[in-house]
């Protein structure tokens, strides 16, 4: 296994344009989660995935903004009619095990410019 | 609402120096800590996690403390190289709450170690 990825890398966009992202997590890792990070800043949390079941979304999640994990692999991340505001890297994250204590890994991100 | 501090935000140094990054949580009722490295560009990749019955964790040149009733954390980086230089994160998990779901980071600290 290498890890959580995540595609595309890259994506530049026009506003008002819908953009999706894709996190394929660490095969046996039943948690997965989405944080936003603008220049300078750390991460901030988005939503959390246990299997398919979206468990937590932050304040932050607008209703343009839109996350599934279908049969708990995979997950998509939707943007619709996207804004300049949006512009920042999309990194996905995965853990595993039942309990809390398991260490956290991150894909390499998706980056969005909004143009 | 727990708040994750850092400091300094960059630090530069000769290469060979020993150095310590640090890292305050308001929130001491966490589950455990963890320390990231981010490049330029890219994804966090995890250094340590150490758990809340845990005082230090330790992988080669790094050493974490952690002080849970202080609300602190220590990064040691023995015999610095020029590739160590990065963004150093440090995120908490709370025991409970919304905060349990996920991580909460601070903005970094940028470490430079000059040749």
């Known amino acids: 296994d290498t890890g959580v990825s995540q595609n595309p890398r890259h994506k530049i966009t026009k506003r008002g344009q819908n953009v999706t992202f894709r996190c394929d997590p660490i095969?046996?890792?039943?948690?997965l989660y989405w944080y936003r990070q603008t220049l300078g800043q750390g991460p901030e949390f988005l939503t959390y995935?246990?299997?398919?079941?979206?468990l937590e979304k932050s304040r932050l999640l607008s209703d343009r903004f839109s996350a599934e994990r279908p049969k708990g692999s995979f997950s998509t991340l939707e943007i619709q009619r996207t804004e300049q505001g949006d512009s920042a890297m999309y990194l996905c994250?995965?853990?595993?095990?039942w309990g809390r204590g398991l260490e956290a890994f991150f894909g390499q991100g998706t980056r969005l410019t909004v143009v | 609402k727990q708040e994750v501090t850092q400091i300094p935000a960059a630090l530069s140094v000769p290469e060979g120096e020993n150095l310590v990054l640090n890292c305050s949580f308001t929130?001491?009722?966490?589950?455990?800590l963890q320390w990231f490295r981010q490049d330029p560009g890219k994804g966090l990749t995890s250094l340590l996690l150490?758990?809340?019955?845990?005082r230090e964790q330790t992988s080669g040149r790094l050493n974490a403390s952690l002080d849970k009733s202080s609300g602190r954390s220590t990064l040691y980086i023995a015999a610095s190289q020029p590739g160590d230089s990065a963004t150093y994160l440090c995120?908490?998990?709370?025991?409970?709450?919304?905060?349990?779901?996920?991580?909460?980071f601070g903005k970094g600290t940028k470490l430079s170690v000059i040749p």
């Open positions: 150490i758990q809340s019955s845990q």
């Open positions: 095969s046996e890792h039943n948690r």
């Open positions: 929130d001491s009722a966490i589950y455990n």
């Open positions: 995935f246990q299997n398919e079941a979206q």
């Open positions: 994250a995965s853990r595993g095990g």
């Open positions: 995120a908490v998990r709370d025991e409970s709450g919304a905060g349990s779901y996920q991580l909460t």
